[in-house]
C-alpha cells in the first residue's frame, strides 16, 4: 500500500470545510486528490466546539477513514508537542487573514508552523495577512531561509481559461497593453459581521477582489504603486444604501464600515495600464465577474471564472469572436493537486503558480488601492 499523506489543518472554518456560500472546500479536494492515501493527523482551531463539530461530520462520511486519527489542538504549539512521530508532510492554513502574515506573536501561524515542523509544505490561504505589508516581506525571508515550501490560494490562476489566455500571449508573442477588472457582488446572504467590518476583514478590496487583483498582475505584471488612483461610494452616501441586508449594520462602527463600490486605476511597471471596479449592489446569490486583458489586436474576456467560466477572443483579421466554455473546470482542485504534486516531488517548484513572494505583491496592491479610495473618500465632504 503507497505510504499515506499525513495532512494538518489549519483553521475549521469554511475554506477548509466547504460552504453554501461559496465553492470554496480544501478538504474535500484533498480527499478527491489523495483518496485513501489522506491522513489528517490534527485539526488547530481556538474553537474546539467548532472543530470537533466539523470532524465529527466527516467521521460519519464515507471519506471517515481519513479522519480516524485526527486529533484536534487549539494551537500550533499543542499540535507540536503531540503529533510525534505523525508529522505532517502538509499543512492547509486556512484561518483568517489576521492570525498570519506577521511576526507578531498570535498573528504568526506561519512562523509558529516553521518552528514546530520546519520541513512541512505550507498551502496559505488568500490574502497573506490583514497586518502590515512589512511584517509579511519578514514572514517571507524567514520562509526562504528555512527552504519551506509554500504556496498561496490564489486559484483562479490554474483555470484553463486563464492559462489560454497566458498561452496566446507567449505563442504570438504578444505584450500586454492593459487589464480591466469587474467584480459585482451578491451581498444579500453576506451576513458574518466580520466580513462587514473593515478592521476585521481588511474591506473588500483586501478580502474579496485580491483575487482579480492577483488576476490583473500575473497578465500586466509588478505594479508602480504610487500611480494607484481610486474613488468610492460610502456606506452613508446616497447611492450606498442597500436595502437587502439580511443582518445589522449598525452594531458596526460607521467608520470600520465597507465602501459599496471601489474603482481604481494604476500603471504597471512594463508600461501596461489596470483598472478595476469592485461593486456591493446585487440581491441573491449569483456574482457578476469579468476580467479583460487587452493587446495589439486581440482582447481576451473572462466571464464568470468563478462558475462555468467562458473565454471571449478577438483576434486580428476576425471581428467575429471566439468562445470557449470550459465545464467543470475546477481551479480549487487545479491548485491542490499541483500542490500536492510538487509536495510529493512529482513536479518541479515551478507549477505551484503564486508563491509567497507575489502573493505579497498582490497585497501590496489591495492594500494601495484601499488607502488611496479612503485617501479621496475624505474629501468628498
Known amino acids: 500500500m503507497t505510504d499515506p499523506t499525513n495532512v494538518l489543518l489549519i483553521g475549521a472554518g469554511e475554506i477548509n470545510f466547504g460552504s453554501v456560500e461559496g465553492p470554496w472546500n480544501h478538504t474535500l479536494r484533498l480527499e478527491r486528490i489523495l483518496g485513501a492515501r489522506l491522513r489528517v493527523v490534527a485539526l488547530v482551531d481556538v474553537d474546539g466546539a467548532r472543530a470537533k463539530a466539523?470532524?465529527?461530520?466527516?467521521?460519519?462520511?464515507?471519506?471517515?477513514?481519513?479522519?480516524?486519527?485526527?486529533?484536534?489542538?487549539p494551537t500550533v504549539t499543542e499540535a507540536?508537542?503531540?503529533l510525534l512521530p505523525a508529522v505532517p508532510q502538509l499543512a492547509i492554513v486556512g484561518a483568517p487573514?489576521?492570525?498570519?502574515?506577521?511576526?507578531?506573536?498570535?498573528?504568526?501561524?506561519?512562523?509558529?508552523?516553521?518552528?514546530?515542523f520546519p520541513r512541512c509544505a505550507l498551502f496559505v490561504e488568500?490574502?497573506?495577512?490583514?497586518?502590515?505589508?512589512?511584517?509579511?516581506w519578514r514572514v517571507a525571508e524567514v520562509l526562504s531561509k528555512n527552504g519551506s515550501l509554500v504556496g498561496v490560494g490564489y486559484m483562479l490562476r490554474y483555470l484553463k481559461a486563464v492559462q489560454m489566455i497566458k498561452q496566446t500571449i507567449a505563442d504570438e508573442g504578444l505584450v500586454v497593453m492593459g487589464t480591466n477588472a469587474r467584480y459585482v457582488m451578491a451581498y444579500e446572504w453576506a451576513r458574518k459581521l466580520a466580513w462587514w467590518d473593515k478592521t476585521r476583514s481588511g474591506g473588500p478590496i483586501v478580502e474579496q477582489a485580491t483575487h482579480f487583483c492577483d488576476l490583473s498582475r500575473y497578465f500586466g505584471g509588478d505594479v508602480q504603486l504610487g500611480s494607484v488612483v481610486a474613488h468610492s461610494v460610502q456606506h452613508h452616501e446616497a447611492p450606498g444604501q442597500l436595502s437587502a441586508k439580511r443582518f445589522d449594520e449598525d452594531v458596526i462602527p460607521p467608520e470600520n464600515r465597507l465602501p459599496r463600490l471601489t474603482s481604481a486605476t494604476w500603471k504597471y511597471k512594463g508600461g501596461a495600464v489596470g483598472s478595476l471596479t469592485h461593486v456591493i449592489a446585487l440581491h441573491g446569490n449569483?456574482?457578476?465577474?469579468?476580467?479583460?486583458?487587452?493587446?495589439d489586436g486581440y482582447k481576451f474576456k473572462l466571464v464568470d471564472p468563478y462558475g462555468t467560466p467562458k473565454l471571449y477572443i478577438r483576434r486580428p483579421g476576425n471581428e467575429q469572436e471566439e468562445v470557449h466554455t470550459f465545464v467543470d473546470d475546477d481551479p480549487f482542485h487545479a491548485e491542490l493537486s499541483t500542490f500536492v504534486d510538487v509536495v510529493e516531488g512529482k513536479s518541479p517548484h515551478e507549477r505551484i503558480l503564486s508563491s509567497y513572494e507575489d502573493a505579497i505583491k498582490t497585497y501590496e496592491l489591495t492594500w494601495a488601492i484601499r488607502r488611496a479610495s479612503e485617501t479621496a473618500a475624505k474629501t468628498y465632504t
Not at 466539523?54 to 489542538?73: F, V
Not at 449569483?286 to 493587446?295: K, L, M, N
Open 80 to 82: 507540536a508537542r503531540s
Open 97 to 116: 487573514p489576521f492570525a498570519r502574515g506577521t511576526d507578531t506573536p498570535g498573528r504568526d501561524l506561519e512562523l509558529q508552523l516553521v518552528k514546530a
Open 126 to 136: 488568500k490574502p497573506v495577512s490583514s497586518g502590515p505589508e512589512d511584517a509579511c
Open 54 to 73: 466539523a470532524i465529527d461530520a466527516k467521521l460519519a462520511s464515507p471519506i471517515s477513514g481519513a479522519y480516524t486519527d485526527c486529533k484536534i489542538y
Open 286 to 295: 449569483t456574482y457578476d465577474t469579468e476580467f479583460e486583458v487587452y493587446a
